[in-house]
């Protein structure tokens, strides 16, 4: 019985033994003062120091290590019976263990946490257990970094969502329609609280002015999924009309599926009030171009119609003589009829240049300046004023005609307009063309007495005018938005001395597109 | 449902078995620190874990230092220890400590004599044994910790309120030694034997 025990006893010994031996953690037996008892095959392994050559000897003499620390967990470790700790949290390592694994790149020395347990009560014995969690602080430490760059991300979101909820118009509904979000910007915009929008439809909610066409065409884009690009006015809370520039964006998860939609809106109001004034201005100013055609009209009928007056008393007093004959009478009645029908030639001329066709073609510089002048003759006799046309006939532009026919005859008109009332010798309006590589460039000059530098700029403003009486001050405006919205060119006013230049410089093929 | 809940009994004789371990604590970390040191006769009581919660509210506008350490046997559970800045600040000072690894190590150090000779203690008068894994710390604002759920899992807590006082200085903790449901059942039974020895 007793030899059984006794074998049982060397067994257990052999096991304990053995596990000491091959276990995977470093095992040091030590005494309160440091004297090392035991040190394992792992630890030997390791740190490349033999258990022979250090046993007995103290363990602060062998290895760099904060000894007061050490003591003072040993003696608690024994006077409490129960395990002390390091942690290679806090502690990071006991005994320096140099490593070499590439996966562990953050440290040099392996990480440890370590259990003093007191192992021999009379001797003052305890054990150190180190277990290698160099592998654990290292994904503790990747981890710390990820979490820290995550943080930033996260903070530099919320700022950005910060700043998109202050300054973006913008709108989010899920896949029923229901408003699940809505920006700042848009709230004071619209003058509604979030709780009022929050959880509305999107297609009722607002007092929108949709027409038909369009919100069958925004359901089936919504339908669809598609991006889509609208523009849609709606009421504020406080009943102020506004128009928005829109696009519907689906919304989709970061798996791809669809979750709803994101509206961003741009405020057009001004846009949309500045483009709506600018069709009034526009609208009078045709009107004001109907009073100069009838004007001008009237400049050209006066002529003939003096002419068929004289043939009329020609006739009259002819027949008071009885000298009527039959051939004389024949003449009058052939003279008669062409000049009505020169009449009523007139005013289709008149009627077909200044309708604003947009017919596209290409055209004789030359002679679009002859017919223009055609217009303007008459005055221009009657004031004595010069003109020449100093223009290649090579010259041809593709534009719109009619257009670019009505300003020339603005700009010319406001050349004679200018000569009136003053007493100036040699009256002249000289018109310049020039093809250049990139446009082609007309210049049309009087000495007219020229034009002071504040009046030079405000000639294209609309309403403004020099002349007290007549004047609509919408001529020039006209032509400038003409040339340059219509037919994309530019013009220019300078004037020196008695002299007043305008520069006309014009595509030389107009693209026809968005206006 | 089983019963968590300690009965006035219960929870009395709970308080005396803790008394009986935190004097012998108090020896130790007096030996640990190496000082005269002397600690108040504890606040002990045994709460439930939504009073916990709210104690932790008391203790949001504070920085704390929060180590928790997990023990496992018939009587098991988690101990978290609570220390403010100042008390650490003190600590460090007593032990000369030089950097904030050291500090770190020290309140875990703390942590371990209070949770180890307390429940080593308790579990003695209990009849039987618990081991301890490492303790670990965090340093998490009090708004955080009460996010934490882990204290969901744990119905009854036991609060020991200490100071530690030195001749010059003073080091205030807060140990809540949390038992899982579980062991409660396993507690009942033994403090109701201990409780038909007494009578």
Redesign the interface.
């Known amino acids: 019985m007793a030899q059984n025990k006794t074998q049982q006893h060397i067994r257990t010994l052999d096991i304990a033994k053995k596990i000491v031996a091959n276990i995977d953690n470093g095992i040091i037996v030590l005494n309160e003062d440091l004297y090392i008892y035991h040190y394992n095959k792992w630890l030997e392994h390791h740190s490349g120091l033999k258990e022979s050559d250090i046993l007995d000897k103290k363990l602060d003499d062998v290895f760099k290590i904060n000894s007061k620390t050490l003591k003072r967990k040993i003696k608690t470790a024994l006077r409490l019976q129960t395990p002390t700790f390091y942690t290679a949290s806090t502690s990071k390592y006991l005994i320096p263990i140099k490593i070499n694994q590439i996966k562990n790149a953050n440290f040099e020395y392996m990480q440890q946490d370590v259990s003093i347990i007191p192992f021999d009560e009379e001797k003052g014995l305890v054990a150190l257990i180190l277990t290698d969690q160099t592998i654990m602080a290292n994904t503790n430490t990747l981890l710390e970094e990820n979490i820290q760059t995550i943080k930033e991300l996260n903070s530099n979101l919320l700022k950005e969502r910060e700043t998109i909820d202050k300054k973006v118009l913008v709108l989010k509904f899920d896949s029923s329609f229901r408003i699940v979000d809505i920006s700042q910007a848009l709230l004071e915009l619209l003058h509604y609280e979030k709780e009022e929008m929050i959880g509305g439809n999107f297609l009722f909610h607002e007092k929108y002015h949709m027409t038909q066409e369009l919100q069958m065409k925004l359901v089936s884009a919504i339908q669809e999924l598609k991006v889509f690009e609208f523009e849609e006015n709606t009421l504020s809370a406080h009943g102020y009309e506004i128009y928005f520039k829109s696009t519907l964006v689906p919304q989709y998860s970061a798996k791809g599926t669809h979750i709803g939609f994101i509206i961003f809106r741009e405020n057009i109001t001004d846009a949309k009030h500045l483009a709506q004034s600018q069709e009034k201005i526009l609208a009078s100013s045709r009107s004001a171009a109907m009073g100069e055609m009838v004007a001008m009209i009237a400049h050209q009928w006066r002529q003939p119609l003096s002419l068929i007056n004289t043939i009329m008393a020609t006739l009259k007093i002819k027949k008071e003589l009885n000298q009527l004959q039959d051939d004389s009478i024949n003449e009058a009645f052939k003279k008669i009829q062409n000049t009505t029908t020169y009449l009523s030639d007139t005013i289709d001329d008149f009627r077909d240049y200044f309708k604003p066709n947009k017919k596209y073609s290409e055209v004789n510089l030359l002679s679009l300046f002859e017919n223009s002048i055609f217009f303007l003759k008459e005055e221009m006799h009657q004031y004595s004023i010069n003109y020449s046309l100093e223009i290649p006939d090579s010259i041809m532009i593709v534009t719109y005609k009619n257009e670019l026919l009505q300003s020339i005859i603005n700009i010319i008109k406001n050349s004679i307009d200018a000569f009136k009332d003053k007493t100036i010798k040699n009256k002249t309006i000289i018109v310049k063309a020039e093809s250049k590589e990139s446009h082609i460039a007309i210049i049309i000059k009087d000495n007219a007495g020229g034009i002071s530098k504040e009046t030079l700029k405000k000639v294209f403003e609309p309403y403004f005018s020099t002349k007290s009486k007549n004047g609509t001050g919408l001529g020039l405006y006209m032509c400038h938005t003409i040339v340059t919205q219509h037919l994309k060119g530019q013009i220019t006013m300078h004037s020196k001395d008695d002299e007043t230049q305008t520069l006309l410089e014009l595509p030389h093929k107009l693209i026809k597109g968005k206006q | 449902m089983l019963n968590y809940e300690l009965t006035e009994d219960e929870r009395d004789v709970l308080q005396e078995l803790m008394n009986v371990a935190y004097g012998s604590a108090t020896a130790?970390v007096a030996?640990?620190l190496?000082a005269f040191a002397s600690l108040n006769i504890p606040n002990i009581s045994v709460i439930t874990t939504n009073e916990l919660l709210s104690t932790f509210d008391e203790l949001k506008n504070e920085s704390y230092f929060f180590a928790t350490q997990s023990f496992n046997g018939e009587f098991s559970g988690e101990s978290a220890f609570f220390i403010d800045q100042e008390s650490a600040n003190n600590l460090a000072h007593h032990l000369e400590l030089e950097n904030e690894?050291?500090l770190?190590?020290a309140i875990?150090?703390l942590t371990?004599?209070l949770t180890?000779?307390l429940t080593?203690k308790l579990s003695q008068e209990m009849d039987t044994e618990v081991t301890?894994s490492?303790?670990?710390?965090s340093k998490v604002s009090m708004t955080s910790i009460q996010e934490t759920t882990t204290f969901q899992h744990y119905s009854q807590v036991i609060v020991i309120d200490t100071d530690l006082n030195f001749q010059d200085q003073k080091i205030h903790g807060k140990i809540f030694i949390l038992t899982k449901d579980e062991s409660i059942q396993w507690l009942k039974t033994k403090l109701n034997s201990i409780l038909e020895l007494l009578i």
């Open positions: 130790v030996d640990m190496d690894e050291d770190d190590d875990l150090e371990n004599v180890s000779s080593t301890f490492l303790p670990s710390l």
